[in-house]
């Protein structure tokens, strides 16, 4: 027997970011390198999104051109489904509502924990007691609530990266994206990481975006796994990841998690 049809149809979910025919070659002629081809990618609100793909296959490049720090050199981008954005070849503009994780925290060494936090609200002009209350509530939120006058030296890589998170969603971004911030952690660190991260994302409600190496990490976080080709990188296949949250740790030892793993292991032709 078939289910009965809804009277009403649920509306899609907006998109927080789209491509289509995305393709970014850098310099011209002999010396061309293109980098990505053909990329088609929607990404809903609060979604959190993975990306996988060999070394040099244009993962960095893509986060650039969608935080539009880059442009792409065919196709089209836009963010939050703005009319204004993505117009002309490629360009996205997102007026500050996307913040950037990277590789290192590039924390201000002379600055204390807190005011690390609080400098992207700085910028922004935000009153100082404002900003103090919501670098309070950030840096409890991220396990730090002891370490506010702290300096970056005083913490381990973790904490350090935990800080980074803290600042980069100060002031409330749509869209975080991340490019391996937690490849400099060592494997233990990370999986608490990966754990303390996804809280915060639930906790958040934003649309998350993140690079990572790491095979394991890509499908412990993701709604989606986008699994790109060597360069030029196109989507080779996007794995969904329909596990309930939030995830334990011990869903790294469980059959249903292990198969995924598996699967994009293969994508990858890691094996
Ligand atoms: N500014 C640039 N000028 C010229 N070529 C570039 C530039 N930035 C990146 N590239 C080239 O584009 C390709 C993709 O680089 P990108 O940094 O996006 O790769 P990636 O997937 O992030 O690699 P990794 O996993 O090693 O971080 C590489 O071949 C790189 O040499
Ligand atoms: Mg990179």
């Known amino acids: 027997m078939s289910a009965p049809a809804p009277l009403t149809e649920t509306p899609a979910p907006a998109p927080a970011v789209r491509t289509r025919g995305l393709g970014k070659t850098f310099g011209a002629g002999d010396r061309a390198v ?13 979604e959190f999104v993975t990306i996988l793909g060999p070394s040099g296959c244009g993962k960095t490049t893509l986060l650039r051109i969608l935080a539009g720090l880059a442009d792409a050199t065919a196709g ?3 963010l939050f489904d703005d009319a204004g954005a993505g117009t002309g070849v490629g360009q996205a503009t997102a007026d500050g509502r996307i913040s950037f994780v990277f590789q290192e925290p590039n924390l201000m060494p002379w600055r204390t924990v807190r005011r690390n936090v609080e400098l992207p609200l700085e910028v922004r002009k935000v009153p100082a007691a404002q900003r103090r209350a919501r670098a309070t509530d950030l840096l409890d939120m991220v396990g730090l609530g002891q370490f506010h006058d702290a300096y970056p030296r ?7 990266q935990r800080v980074a998170i803290a600042r980069a969603l100060s002031y409330r971004p749509e869209l975080l994206m991340m490019d391996e911030p937690f490849g400099a952690l060592d494997a233990q660190t990370r999986d608490h990481m990966n754990a303390e991260l996804q809280r ?6 934003t649309t998350a975006l993140l690079v990572t190496h790491h095979i394991p990490e890509a499908v412990f976080l993701a709604d989606r796994v986008v699994v790109l080709t060597g360069r030029p990188g196109g989507i080779r296949e996007i794995v969904d990841v329909d596990l309930p949250r939030p995830r334990p740790l011990s869903l790294l030892e469980d059959p249903d998690f292990v198969s995924r793993v ?4 293969t994508l990858l032709g890691d094996r």
């Not at 293109?34 to 609060?46: K, N, V």
């Not at 005083?154 to 350090?160: N, P, R, V, Y």
């Not at 915060?200 to 409600?205: A, D, K, P, R």
């Open 76 to 78: 089209e981008v836009s």
């Open 200 to 205: 915060i994302w639930m906790e958040s409600g």
């Open 154 to 160: 005083e913490l381990s890589g973790g904490m350090k």
């Open 262 to 265: 598996a699967r994009v292991r």
């Open 34 to 46: 293109a980098a990505l081809r053909d990329i088609d990618l929607d990404i809903t609100r609060g």
